[in-house]
């Protein structure tokens, strides 16, 4: 039997429940690809408590995107063998508050589809059904919207949302991987923020408004998104001349 996506409108409901009581309680925390955004990263290892640098020797890896050549971090699996998430316990995610975006939305998959006519941007849900899940057993009715409530997702998609903003302007730039020096800059905007606030305290990052850089220097989520919006100009500035 194969794990099957069906559309699904915002408003409707499905049946769905995960906790220790169903059957099959961390079973979507092995045979893992996971891929974690920027704020995943952040809010993952404020959570523990650990320097960037060292959240990402200890539980990532990093590669280069295959669509848009950018770098992209994905979890480090704890055993080789049954790929488990390296946060997961058998009494479940031990950064339950902190999770991935991919966790939160888990059974749902949100795509943001953006018009080539006038750039609007539409958002579709999926509903993924896997073999091995119990959970659409349970009484419990849920909307998409309800979901994305209770599940905290609102914060995580705004946050999202300017990355993949980013990642557009790339594809339609160039779809060729970044020369590493530039790979390099990116890489430490999105991932390494400590290093990141660094080179903004030095006066080495250029080409934004005062008072974004000011806000940066004191805050980690803005300090993400002025990385994301310097990234846009260094692609810009890159790739359009």
Same mark, same amino acid.
Request: glycine residues 8%; aromatic residues 10%.
């Given at each position: 039997?194969e794990?099957?996506?069906?559309?699904?409108?915002?408003?409707?409901?499905?049946?769905?429940?995960?906790n220790?009581?169903?059957?099959?309680?961390n079973?979507?925390?092995?045979?893992?690809?996971?891929?974690?955004?920027?704020?995943?990263?952040?809010?993952? #290892?404020?959570?523990?408590?650990?320097?960037?640098?060292?959240?990402?020797e200890?539980?990532?890896? =990093?590669?280069?995107?295959?669509?848009?050549?950018?770098?992209?971090?994905?979890?480090?699996p704890?055993?080789?063998? #049954?790929?488990?998430?390296?946060?997961?316990?058998?009494?479940?995610?031990?950064?339950?508050?902190?999770?991935?975006?991919?966790?939160r939305v888990?059974?749902?998959?949100?795509?943001?589809r953006?018009?080539?006519?006038?750039?609007?941007?539409?958002?579709?849900?999926?509903?993924?059904?896997?073999?091995?899940?119990?959970?659409?057993?349970?009484?419990?009715?849920?909307?998409?919207?309800?979901?994305? &409530?209770?599940?905290?997702?609102?914060e995580?998609?705004?946050?999202?949302?300017? &990355?993949?903003d980013?990642? +557009?302007?790339k594809?339609? /730039?160039?779809?060729?991987?970044?020369?590493?020096? /530039?790979?390099?800059q990116?890489?430490?905007?999105?991932?390494?923020?400590? #290093?990141?606030?660094?080179?903004?305290?030095?006066? +080495?990052?250029?080409?934004?408004?005062?008072?974004?850089?000011?806000?940066? =220097?004191?805050?980690?989520?803005?300090?993400?998104?002025?990385?994301?919006?310097?990234?846009?100009? &260094?692609?810009e500035?890159?790739?359009?001349?």
């Open positions: 039997m794990s099957t996506f069906i559309s699904i409108d915002p408003d409707a409901t499905f049946r769905f429940a995960c220790p009581e169903v059957s099959c309680f079973e979507c925390c092995r045979d893992l690809n996971q891929f974690l955004t920027p704020y995943d990263v952040l809010r993952l #290892r404020r959570g523990l408590g650990l320097s960037s640098q060292r959240f990402i200890q539980y990532t890896r =990093r590669h280069t995107g295959p669509g848009s050549g950018l770098p992209v971090l994905t979890l480090k704890s055993d080789p063998d #049954r790929l488990t998430c390296a946060l997961v316990t058998p009494g479940g995610c031990r950064v339950y508050a902190d999770r991935p975006s991919s966790c888990y059974p749902l998959v949100r795509m943001l953006r018009s080539r006519q006038t750039a609007d941007v539409r958002v579709e849900y999926r509903l993924l059904k896997e073999p091995h899940c119990r959970g659409f057993d349970a009484v419990e009715l849920r909307t998409v919207h309800g979901w994305m &409530l209770e599940q905290g997702l609102v995580y998609n705004a946050e999202n949302d300017r &990355l993949l980013v990642i +557009s302007l594809v339609r /730039l160039s779809s060729k991987s970044l020369p590493p020096s /530039l790979a390099e990116v890489y430490t905007a999105w991932y390494d923020l400590d #290093r990141f606030r660094e080179q903004l305290g030095d006066g +080495s990052l250029t080409g934004l408004d005062g008072q974004s850089v000011e806000d940066a =220097r004191h805050d980690e989520v803005a300090l993400l998104r002025f990385g994301l919006e310097w990234v846009k100009r &260094l692609l500035r890159t790739y359009a001349g």
